[in-house]
C-alpha cells in the first residue's frame, strides 16, 4: 500500500522558517518524482516544488524560488521541504505527491497535479503577518 505523510507545518511569523517533511512507503523510491503542492480553500492545487527520482533534477514555482529548498533522503525515503523568509501569501495546506514521470514521458509536467497518483493528506502552514 502507497503512504504519504507530512509532517512539521504550523504557525510562524512573517520571516519565520518552517521544515516540512513528507515520509513514504510502499512504492519503489527512487523511480518516482515527489512533489509538493498547497492549497487554500476556494483555490485549486498549486505545484510548488518537486525533486526527481534517480536524476536529482528539481523544480520550484517562481513564488518560491529563493526561498524554499526541497531535499530527499533516499534512505529514509523522506522528501523534506525547507521554507524560508515565509511570507502571509504561504499560508496553505502542503500536501506531497508521488508521480512516475515516464508514464507521460515528454507530457510530464512536475506542477499538473492531475498527473500525480498518490497524495499525503496534508499538513497546515499559517504565517501570520
Known amino acids: 500500500e502507497v503512504q504519504l505523510v507530512e509532517s512539521g507545518g504550523g504557525l510562524v511569523q512573517a520571516g519565520g522558517s518552517l521544515k516540512l517533511a513528507c515520509a513514504t512507503s510502499?512504492?519503489?523510491?527512487?523511480?518516482?518524482?515527489i512533489g509538493w503542492f498547497r492549497q487554500v480553500p476556494g483555490k485549486g492545487r498549486e505545484g510548488v516544488a518537486c525533486?526527481?527520482?534517480?536524476?536529482?533534477?528539481?523544480y520550484y514555482a517562481d513564488a518560491v524560488k529563493g526561498r524554499f529548498t526541497i531535499s530527499r533522503d533516499n534512505a529514509k525515503r523522506t522528501v523534506y521541504l525547507q521554507m524560508d523568509s515565509l511570507k502571509p501569501e504561504d499560508t496553505a495546506l502542503y500536501s506531497c505527491a508521488t508521480v512516475d514521470p515516464t508514464y507521460y514521458k515528454d507530457k510530464y509536467d512536475w506542477a499538473a497535479s492531475w498527473q500525480y497518483e498518490y497524495w499525503g493528506r496534508g499538513t497546515q502552514v499559517t504565517v501570520s503577518s
Open positions: 510502499g512504492f519503489i523510491f527512487d523511480d518516482y518524482n
Open positions: 525533486t526527481s527520482g534517480s536524476d536529482s533534477v528539481i
